[in-house]
């Protein structure tokens, strides 16, 4: 099984864990596994009714004798801190809903997450002129804030995320209120092809997945 699902998640009826890598992406760069990690991966193997047993296959760098002990024993760094972000955001105006945004932890074992993906967004669309001819009250302030907050699945350019937000919250904002089936059609349509490589069609799946995310929200 190559995939972090399994390892990170999901219960199966395992004896082993071989390790290929002790290495993975993070999203930022391609780090090592820390020890709880690679504990969290090892434990698939024999859940609850018997022993298991993890090792490594393939060019895997070796898992030293003392971390061997360490993950057997169950004995892992203690937590230190926690990321965090306000969560009581004030939506009277765009600079009041930025500034709680930015609100720093009061807690010395909290620290404060660096800027999120959502946040990212709604600062580029609060530059944006025709967004903000709109005329924010409190429930389009809401709005464009859980339209920030639609996943970037695709993870391919900032350019075509964020016209898939601009163009959801202009059709939300519209004097119908929702987005046209005509539009949702024509957004499936383009991915509703089998021809192509595996990264054309990861692609394609991770369009879906955003549409999917989208046509999903009651509103």
């Not at 105006?93 to 660096?114: T, V």
Request: glycine share 6%; aromatic share 10%; proline share 1%.
């Amino acid at each position: 099984v190559a995939t972090d699902a399994i390892g990170m998640g999901i219960n199966m009826d395992i004896n082993n864990v071989s390790f290929s890598s002790l290495k993975k992406f993070d999203g930022k760069k391609l780090r090592r596994l820390n020890l709880s990690e690679i504990g969290q991966i090892a434990g698939r193997a024999g859940r609850y009714l018997n022993d298991g047993s993890f090792g490594i296959t393939g060019e895997c760098n070796e898992i030293s004798a003392d971390d061997v002990d360490l993950l057997e024993n169950h004995k892992f760094k203690e937590i230190q801190s926690l990321f965090w972000r306000n969560s009581n955001l004030n939506f009277d105006n765009p600079s009041k809903l930025i500034k709680s945004l930015d609100e720093k932890p009061n807690q010395s074992w909290l620290r404060k997450i660096h800027e999120c993906e959502d946040e990212k967004a709604l600062k580029y669309f609060l530059k944006d002129q025709r967004i903000l001819n709109i005329g924010f009250d409190k429930k389009t302030l809401m709005l464009l804030w859980e339209c920030c907050q639609i996943p970037d699945f695709v993870k391919k350019t900032y350019g075509n995320h964020f016209e898939v937000i601009g163009n959801v919250f202009k059709f939300l904002t519209s004097k119908k209120g929702l987005i046209s089936e005509d539009y949702m059609r024509l957004q499936l349509m383009k991915l509703d092809k089998l021809d192509g490589n595996v990264d054309s069609l990861s692609n394609r799946i991770a369009n879906v997945r955003t549409w999917s995310y989208v046509s999903n929200k009651n509103n």
